[in-house]
């Protein structure tokens, strides 16, 4: 059965400035060999369904604004896989979740950019699904208890946000990370692996820098989604990806990777 992993993707200029976390990312995906992946991200919310891509060919969609032009340069030419997007909706109607087809949208940077490192030639399908708007920690581990069967279909779950994320503090060119964002990663890896998900699923409450590295919590949610499609007792792997801009962590974590 294929990992499933949590992958802080932070900025967009992460596509060009790797920094610690593009090699990380791309020394465990030169051991992973799935079939296709399936990718959660928080820059593409819908309202009244789940929305998966279908399309054969997925447009590379720059949703960012203020960047350096050659970020707007990149493509990332992955396929779809339209047969896995239809199996992908029937889970999702089976756990009672709506869903719909969507044969227009391509990858957003929340799925392309980590890609880029994971699977820098394009070569392995991508199906994108979309997270439901409004959402909460229960409706996310939920989504991704709906998505858990396909591991054992060789497809690669990939949840896709930041491990934090308050852009009021980012810093173009900040290369030392703020305190409060070390001990969030810190409060986060050892919530899991001690299996204490109710803390994590109630995080406002649970962890005391959890406002100001989360101003919002959607960029967290993807965290919860990964953690409702691991298996019972799954051991948790840590991809440390240091801070980048002086407040994003760009920590991923891997569960049930057995390698």
């Not at 239809?86 to 756990?95: C, T």
């Not at 960029?219 to 051991?235: Q, W």
Request: hydrophobic share 45%; proline share 8%.
């Amino acid at each position: 059965m294929t990992p499933v992993l949590f992958v802080s993707h932070g900025a967009p200029t992460f596509a060009l400035e790797p920094g610690k976390a593009g090699p990380l990312l791309r020394g465990w995906g030169k051991t992973q060999k799935p079939s296709a992946v399936v990718v959660v991200s928080p820059h593409w919310m819908t309202q009244g369904a789940v929305a998966v891509t279908s399309a054969e060919l997925l447009p590379t969609i720059h949703d960012f604004g203020g960047f350096a032009p050659a970020l707007y340069q990149l493509q990332y030419p992955a396929k779809g896989d339209p047969g896995l997007a239809h199996r992908v909706q029937q889970r999702l109607k089976d756990a009672g979740l709506p869903a719909i087809a969507d044969n227009q949208r391509g990858l957003d940077h929340g799925a392309w950019v980590p890609l880029m490192h994971l699977f820098p030639k394009a070569d392995v399908p991508v199906v994108q699904v979309s997270m439901p708007y409004p959402l909460d920690a229960n409706a996310a581990f939920a989504l991704g208890r709906a998505l858990l069967p396909l591991r054992k279909e060789n497809v690669l779950l990939v949840a896709s946000g930041s491990l934090t994320h308050n852009l009021y503090e980012f810093r173009q060119r900040e290369t030392e990370g703020e305190d409060y964002v070390r001990r969030f990663a810190n409060w986060v890896e050892t919530a899991l692996r001690h299996g204490n998900d109710a803390a994590l699923m109630d995080l406002y409450n649970q962890c005391p820098d959890a406002r100001r590295a989360h101003p919002t919590p959607d960029h967290y949610l993807p965290l919860i989604i990964a953690m409702g499609a691991r298996e019972k007792a799954e051991a948790v792997k840590l991809l440390d990806g240091g801070i980048a801009h002086g407040v994003l962590s760009m920590n991923s974590f891997i569960f049930g990777d057995n390698k």
